[in-house]
């Protein structure tokens, strides 16, 4: 007997690394909900058009969606899904709970939570994946005598809905993903299927680090990449051409793979010109006082007081990375970063090699936005600052999958 592809869901999509990922594990996507156009049609361009990968409803426009809105409106297409889902993948967006910035207890989107337990409540999927900040799990400073963390309120209310739920803090450096990236992650599975084959949300942690050298050796991956590793092939010493989707600017062109992990991503890819690879334009001002940070600042660490007063800089964060370290936690601002060997801020896909996005997964839209519609619009660096490393979501897949399927 053939086993099926099991289904799932994903909400807070973004432009598609946890799709991604369940894509390349084998599962078949029923819809993504994602409410930005920018990021949704990033996912459109690599996973509906091109892949075909979501069967998609009929009764759900195939379009950037909102949440609450797919709930008030289309209530009873979701409760008829009950028993035809596997799996409700993906959390809603982290910035009011990021320790990055300021965390906003007040932030609208924290009140998305709400909207995505009734989302959970109406469906009722086998399992449930999701991911967020480390600062969900931590209470707000004016409340941290009364109330709970974010992650805890989500953990009582799953298990009222007959989930047996485990929450942990994962760092995507230790599943080869050339990134210091610390997330919580929260597995739900419903308590009849843990029941019939007896698992647990917490066999998901044991299993997925269990079977991560394997997973690895398999793709002929490397179990610690370095940033080198990811991106010392994208170079801009390589040479130069127009960039065909951004007037008056350059973009770099590839050298020969230098590592196990380039080999990898590269598959599949355009053989010349690697996408949204397109240079800033720094001043000359800008690219001395970059190359000043690549000589004189410790690698991978922000920049030291005297540099501050030395450059008038007022930044909160800049830090001169190292070819032979894992990169910080990639951002949605490129300028938080100088590369290590030139001097300029990384390309969108340097960035997108660091959250291991293969380099045939094209990013469309803007590159930048900013003043007023820095909070509207989601360019190409937000998209990918803002996604869950499909590297680490394949192997989420291949874990997930592996104990549905006696369900």
């Known amino acids: 007997m053939v086993k099926r592809h099991p289904t799932y869901i994903d909400l807070f999509a973004g432009c598609g690394g946890l799709s991604l990922g369940l894509y390349k594990s084998g599962w078949n996507g029923l819809f993504a909900l994602e409410k930005s156009p920018g990021a949704f049609n990033t996912l459109k361009h690599n996973l509906i058009d091109n892949n075909n990968h979501f069967t998609w409803p009929e009764w759900l ?6 949440i609450d809105q797919i709930i008030n409106d289309f209530k009873s297409n979701l409760i008829n899904l009950r028993g035809k889902v596997d799996l409700v993948a993906g959390g809603p967006p982290c910035q009011g709970f990021s320790t990055a910035g300021r965390r906003k207890e007040n932030d609208v989107r924290n009140g998305l939570i709400k909207s995505y337990l009734r989302f959970i409540m109406y469906v009722q999927p086998k399992v449930i994946f999701f991911e967020n900040v480390k600062g969900f799990t931590q209470k707000f400073e004016k409340h941290k005598s009364q109330g709970l963390a974010y992650s805890q309120y989500v953990l009582k209310v799953l298990k009222r809905f007959g989930y047996e739920v485990e ?8 599943f080869g993903i050339p990134q210091k990236r610390t997330r919580f992650i929260l597995v739900g599975v419903r308590k ?4 019939k084959n007896n698992i647990s949300a917490k066999l998901f942690f044991q299993y997925i680090s269990d079977k991560k050298n394997g997973f690895l050796n398999k793709n002929n991956l490397p179990q610690n990449p370095k940033l080198g590793d990811a991106i010392s092939d994208l170079l801009k010493e390589n040479g130069l051409m127009e960039t065909p989707d951004r007037k008056n600017f350059k973009s770099g062109l590839y050298s020969r793979p230098k590592s196990k992990y380039q080999k990898y991503l590269r598959k599949k890819s355009n053989p010349t010109l690697p996408n949204s690879h397109s240079y800033p334009k720094h001043k000359p001002s800008t690219e001395r006082k970059f190359n000043y940070f690549i000589q004189n600042n410790e690698p991978n660490k922000n920049i030291d007081l005297s540099t501050r ?34 001097p300029r801020i ?12 293969p380099d045939w997964y094209e990013f469309v839209g803007k590159y930048t936005t900013g003043g007023k519609f820095r909070t509207l619009e989601t360019p190409r660096y937000t998209q990918v600052g803002n996604a869950i490393p499909p590297l680490f979501a394949e192997q989420a897949g291949i874990v997930l999958k592996e104990m549905i399927q006696n369900g």
Request: charged fraction near 15%.
């Open 309 to 342: 007063i030395k450059f008038n800089i007022n930044k909160h964060t800049i830090i001169t990375l190292s070819e032979n370290h894992v990169a910080p936690t990639i951002t949605t601002l490129p300028d938080d970063y100088v590369h290590y060997c030139e």
């Open 192 to 195: 009849d299927l843990a029941a």
């Open 167 to 174: 929450g942990q803090m994962i760092n995507f450096s230790n």
């Open 61 to 66: 426009p195939q379009q950037s969606l909102d």
């Open 346 to 357: 990384l390309t969108v896909r340097e960035l997108a090699r660091i959250q291991s996005f």
